[in-house]
Structure formats: structure tokens, C-alpha cells
């Protein structure tokens, strides 16, 4: 059986350093806010090319304590991708605001025309996602939030380590949002996150907001959560950076030879936009018989996933918003017709043999 993802083989890649990391960390006796996590953020933001990096709980936390730290709330519209993971829609109507959904490019990123086209006197900013480890159009997206004074926020949960024209995701934006779950190119071992800025008032806001709004133990200057990343993931996360290029280039070999190797003119294979490179989080094909494929590949011992079948517009707990089916037709087709195969650190080469011999053998009928 091929599975679509195994953390096991990864952590066995380094267990002896990931051992030591949670040692160090139990052995600290200082569980919360402490080396560990300073550590971690220092040689994050190193590693990106920005000033701060704040680690909080979880990508989700990161989204949405961004949003608010930007004074984003109800009466705001934040542009933001139809065809994303709900998470990052979620992170905008946490703090009351109103995300406005737009249709993606051939990339599965937002279009940036309908971007532009989606802003109106209420926007204050725009989200845009780097989807399954590819890197949107930035320097659009850029020039048209600077053009009418927006504030971008990076949903890189997916993207560690890709980049446009050799600038890292994260380090485009007023602010990035990272998720560290574990299946993620940088993961944890449990839920984390953490938020990058070159900005150091909106840093040390973020530092107060994931502390109960506290910069002074008692005192509270914002009304806070409870957010913070704690030490054993802080110490797993830094064993995880040092692997997160070798990691990134090790599923970027497998996507090649799906590239390479695939050969069915029912699949259609992802396309990664010129200056970027694609750190293959995910790797989506579509078809047009998608479930069909699906099934074909399980019967033949390959699992895989969807991401994501039903697009947040059309979730029961956004139906407040008002959308229907047709509204999003391209993020709508894209969930009937996604497929992710399996790619993962730890997978072995032949199972990616096996993996583009069964999508090469999909009949399709
Ligand atoms: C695009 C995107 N945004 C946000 C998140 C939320 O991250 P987390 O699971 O750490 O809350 C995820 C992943 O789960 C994601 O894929």
C-alpha cells in the first residue's frame, strides 16, 4: 500500500536529533516562552530574510491574530482566495471582518486581475495564499496593495522555503502567517505556527496579543489569547529547519518525476509559474473523472486526497454570506476535479514508481 503521507519515515530520517531536541527542551525544566522558542524564532527569521518571527499555536492563530493586529474588523472586506483551505478564510471572520472571494490563476493562486477588480472602498487588505507550496504572482499583488494603500497578509502555511525571483514567501507582505502541523514542509510534532514582519511595532504587538495582550506579566494593554508555541515544538521545529531544504528538494525530485513520468491525457499536471520555484506541499492533478481516478488508484494500493472538495463559499457555516453554487466556478470545477498525490520526505522511489504506473494506467472508463 502506498500512503499518502507517513510522518514516521520522516522523524526515523533524524531521530537522534529530533531525541536530543525534546530532551534538551524536557531538561530545561522552562516550558513556556523560554530558549527554545527565541531560539526558534531567531533562526527562522534568519533563514527568511526578516526581522521578527513570533511563534503562536497554530497557522489558524497566526491568521487570524494578524488580521486583528492590523486593526482589521467588522466593516472591513479582506481580499482573499475562493479555492483556499477555510483556515484562511476563517482567520478574517474571527475578528469580523468580511472576506471577499476571488477565482484563482492557472497556478492555483488568487488571479490578480480579480483582485483588482474585487477592491472596494471598505478593503484593507489582501490574503493571498501560496497554495500547495507554489508562490503567488507577489510582485503584482504588491505593486496593486500599494497602489491603493492595502495591507497584505501571507497565508505561507503551505509554502516554507519557496520563493519568487529568490525572495522568500513571507517576506513580501506587511505580515506572513505560518502553520507548523506536522505534515506541513516545516512541521512540528503537534500544533504550531508563528507570524514573520519586518514591521517592529506590529511585531510587539503580536508578541502582546499571543500573551493575553500582555507585555508586562500582569499587566494586559489588548485583549489577548492564549497563543504561544511551546518549547519541545520550538525545539523539534529548529531540527526540522535545518532538514527544510533537503526536505523541500527531496519532493521537488519526486514532483519531477511525476512531471516526467506521468503520461495519461486524462491527468493534468500542475504548471509552476516562470522566476518561482515550487516547494510541492501538495502535488494536484485534475481530471475530469477525478473520483473515478481515485478509486482506480486505491484499488491499486495508492491513497490519495482532495484538496479541498467543497470550497468555503459553499460550507454550511458561511452561508450567512450569501454565495451559491456557480458563483466560484473555477474554484468549484477545481474541487471536483483536484487529486493529491502522494509526496512526502521519507517516501521511497519506488513507491513514486508505483504511484505514476497506476495514474499512467487510469483507463477512464
Ligand atoms: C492554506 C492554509 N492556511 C492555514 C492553515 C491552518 O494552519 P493550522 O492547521 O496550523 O491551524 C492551513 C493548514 O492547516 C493551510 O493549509
Avoid at 492595502?150 to 497565508?155: H, M, P
Avoid at 507548523?180 to 503580536?206: H, V
Wanted: aromatic share 8%.
Amino acid at each position: 500500500m502506498v500512503d499518502f503521507t507517513k510522518l514516521k519515515r520522516q522523524f526515523d530520517l533524524y531521530a537522534p536529533e529530533y531525541e536530543e531536541a525534546l530532551l534538551r527542551a524536557a531538561r530545561s525544566g522552562w516550558y513556556i516562552l523560554g530558549g527554545e522558542l527565541q531560539a526558534f524564532e531567531e533562526q527562522f527569521a534568519a533563514y527568511l530574510g526578516v526581522e521578527h518571527v513570533v511563534g503562536v499555536n497554530s497557522g489558524m492563530d497566526a491568521l487570524t491574530l494578524a488580521v486583528r493586529a492590523l486593526g482589521i474588523g467588522p466593516g472591513d472586506e479582506v481580499i482573499v482566495p475562493a479555492n483556499t483551505y477555510i483556515a484562511s478564510v476563517l482567520g478574517i471572520t474571527e475578528n469580523g471582518a468580511t472576506p471577499v472571494l476571488v477565482e484563482p490563476d492557472d497556478y492555483f493562486c488568487p488571479n490578480a486581475d480579480a483582485i483588482e477588480a474585487a477592491i472596494t472602498p471598505r478593503t484593507k487588505a489582501i490574503l493571498p495564499v501560496h497554495l500547495y507550496g507554489q508562490p503567488c504572482d507577489m510582485e503584482r499583488i504588491c505593486a496593486i496593495a500599494e497602489r491603493n494603500g492595502l495591507f497584505v497578509i501571507e497565508d505561507c502555511a503551505q509554502s516554507h522555503g519557496a520563493a519568487q525571483k529568490g525572495r522568500k514567501t513571507g517576506t513580501f507582505s506587511t505580515v506572513a502567517c505560518f502553520s507548523f502541523y506536522p505534515t506541513k514542509p516545516l512541521g512540528a510534532q503537534g500544533d504550531a505556527g508563528a507570524l514573520a514582519t519586518n514591521d517592529p511595532a506590529l511585531a510587539e504587538k503580536l508578541r502582546k496579543l499571543r500573551n493575553y495582550g500582555s507585555g508586562k506579566k500582569y499587566v494586559n494593554e489588548l485583549v489577548g489569547v492564549n497563543s504561544r508555541l511551546d518549547e519541545y515544538q520550538a525545539a523539534v521545529l529548529q531540527v526540522g529547519l535545518r532538514h527544510l531544504e533537503e526536505g523541500n528538494a527531496y519532493r521537488q525530485r519526486i514532483a519531477e518525476r511525476y512531471l516526467n513520468e506521468i503520461r495519461n491525457p486524462l491527468v493534468e499536471l500542475p504548471k509552476t509559474r516562470n522566476h518561482c520555484s515550487h516547494v510541492f506541499h501538495v502535488f494536484a492533478v485534475q481530471c475530469a473523472k477525478r473520483d473515478a481516478l481515485q478509486a482506480f488508484l486505491l484499488e491499486r494500493g495508492v491513497k490519495t486526497l482532495c484538496h479541498y472538495p467543497i470550497p468555503p463559499h459553499l460550507q454550511e457555516c458561511y452561508a450567512y454570506l450569501g454565495h451559491k453554487k456557480g458563483d466560484f466556478p473555477i474554484s468549484e470545477r477545481m474541487a471536483e476535479q483536484e487529486l493529491s498525490l502522494p509526496i512526502y520526505v521519507g517516501m521511497p522511489m519506488e513507491e513514486v514508481t508505483q504511484v505514476i504506473e497506476a495514474v499512467n494506467a487510469f483507463p477512464g472508463d
